[in-house]
T-cell receptor
């Protein structure tokens, strides 16, 4: 089942680069969540959005409801940004993407 | 502790054993979700509670899986007669309100290994 597709699956970037992770979904949603998961660690919610754009520090998330697409941008990437980024959509039952594994090299 | 707490953190079970995984959500959170995450995959929905009511259990992979939240707070996910394919991280998440318009708070998960 492919309710949520993320790209790329893996991403390696040099410190300081601008990073974009994409999420496309096929189900109707109330909101979309971007989550961050560190190796061996729990999942942290970064953003919850249902329209437009949100910004938190170096992170920016956008969503286009008509196109069923969202992007997560990281400006001035840093090695501590290395993690798996997961897109989740839905109502009471969430659908998750398989995640984008980001590695930022110093 | 203000976050979602799961126990045990790690569980090793022999094939055929029963296991019980516990989730303590954030106090007052109405919604509680259980997810199964295989290595290298995103979380897969198992079941959803609104207070004590189990509103959706469509993701439970077999009748060996059972979840309850009898008083609308702590939840237990029970797996009977464990199989090797049950090995995964089991994640619990809670949110203050119903629906997806409420931030999700995740526990650190229980890593189950069935040998």
């Amino acid at each position: 089942k492919n309710e949520v597709e993320q790209s790329p699956q893996n991403l390696t970037a040099q410190e300081g680069e601008f990073i974009t992770i994409n999420c496309s979904y096929s189900v109707g949603i109330s909101a979309l969540h971007w989550l961050q998961q560190h190796p061996g660690g729990g999942i942290v919610s970064l953003f919850m959005l249902s329209s437009g754009k949100k910004k938190h520090g170096r992170l920016i998330a956008t969503i286009n409801i008509q196109e069923k697409h969202s992007s997560l941008h990281i400006t001035a990437s840093h090695p501590r940004d290395s993690a798996v980024y997961i897109c989740a959509v839905g109502g009471n039952q969430f659908y998750f993407g398989t995640g984008t594994s980001l590695t930022v090299i110093p | 502790g203000a976050g979602v707490s799961q126990s045990p953190r790690y569980k090793v079970a022999k094939r055929g054993q029963d296991v019980a995984l516990r989730c303590d959500p954030i106090s007052g959170h109405v919604s509680l979700f259980w997810y199964q995450q295989a290595l290298g995959q995103g979380p897969e929905f198992l079941t959803y509670f609104q207070n004590e009511a189990q509103l959706d259990k469509s993701g439970l992979p077999s009748d060996r899986f059972f979840a309850e939240r009898p008083e609308g707070s702590v939840s237990t996910l029970k797996i009977q007669r464990t199989q090797q394919e049950d090995s995964a991280v089991y994640l619990c998440a809670s949110s203050l309100r119903t629906g997806s318009n409420s931030p999700l708070h995740f526990g650190n998960g229980t890593r189950l290994t069935v040998t």
